[in-house]
């Protein structure tokens, strides 16, 4: 069985459409396919008509941009509802931020004399929303830096001319939201946050108060060491294990889609645990 739970499409930063998505997955011989877009449901329904054709099981996912003690932390939520309206009145309001978002990006690039960014950046996100990696896409593709990492070192992280710090959800909020549309609230890439693993505790512990049931163990951007200890330090705090390649497309050789670390022993997963939602495809 091949289980990958975190994935983007065109409607955020991923640059395969949900359908040419699914088909992709199906060539991996993907089993089970969460599509988990920034901050929208949006493309669930053209993937879940793909995943059908295909056999393949769907499970309706969005990662939400929340902060936690001034800092951002991306949040999976598996299983939902997408009509759910709480929880679409919540993206709505992050989406309407990350547009505003969006456009002081733009002009903070310009003060540095770097034009047309927000358009450069919209025009990479074809319609879906602007994150980040469409203004990554647009510096390189100018010339301002030479590949993804390099842009982001350059222009778009903490200190940098395109930074612009994240006023997202609240994680409290994005985990009743989650919850309230019947999915289950995952922590991803806990080893992408620059904090320590004291803080780390701090926040699994909080989290998991909140009504947090899970975390990614097993991440494409997670090293084997990382691998091992987060499977440790979500044991201890009781909380489920998850995995997701977070792949974004075929532009990202490194993370491929269904191809992951084997999930350390003794891990309890979310797929075996109550919360898994039964036959939702
Ligand atoms: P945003 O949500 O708009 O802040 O954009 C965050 C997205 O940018 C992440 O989901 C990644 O896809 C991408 N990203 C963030 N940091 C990096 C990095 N250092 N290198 C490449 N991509 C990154
Ligand atoms: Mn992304
Ligand atoms: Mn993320
Ligand atoms: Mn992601």
């Not at 709505?92 to 047309?116: Q, V």
């Not at 980040?132 to 647009?138: G, N, V």
């Not at 593709?141 to 778009?156: E, M, N, S, T, W």
Request: hydrophobic share 35%; aromatic share 8%; charged share 25%.
């Amino acid at each position: 069985m091949i289980i990958d739970l975190h994935s983007h499409s065109t409607l955020s930063d991923g640059t395969l459409t949900p359908s040419e998505l699914l088909a992709h997955a199906s060539k991996q011989e993907v089993d089970v396919l969460a599509l988990t877009d920034h901050d929208t449901v949006a493309g669930l329904d053209e993937a879940a008509k793909a995943a059908k054709e295909l056999g393949i099981q769907l499970i309706n996912g969005v990662e939400i941009s929340t902060s936690w003690n001034g800092q951002t932390i991306h949040m999976v939520g598996l299983g939902i509802d997408p009509s759910y309206q709480p929880l679409l009145d919540g993206l709505e309001k992050i989406c309407e931020y990350r547009e505003w978002r969006a456009e002081e990006i733009g002009r903070r690039l310009a003060k540095k004399r770097i034009e047309g960014g927000y358009e450069g950046a919209k025009s990479f996100a074809k319609g879906g929303l602007i994150a980040r990696t469409h203004y990554a896409r647009f510096l390189v593709d100018a010339g301002y830096a030479k590949d993804i990492r390099d842009v982001f070192k350059k222009y778009l992280v903490r200190g940098k001319p395109g930074y612009v710090p994240g006023k997202w959800a609240e994680i409290e909020e994005a985990i009743s939201w989650v919850r309230g549309a019947g999915g289950i609230p995952i922590i991803a890439h806990p080893a992408r946050y620059r904090i320590t693993a004291g803080r780390l505790r701090k926040l699994l512990s909080e989290f998991k108060k909140a009504g947090g049931l899970g975390v990614e163990v097993v991440s494409g951007s997670h090293n084997e060491n990382e691998t091992q200890t987060m499977a440790n330090t979500v044991k201890k705090a009781g909380l489920f294990a998850s995995q997701g390649s977070d792949y974004h497309g075929p532009e990202n050789p490194w993370v491929e889609l269904g191809r992951l670390r084997p999930m350390p022993d003794g891990s309890k997963t979310v797929w075996e645990s109550e919360f898994w939602p039964e036959g939702n495809s």
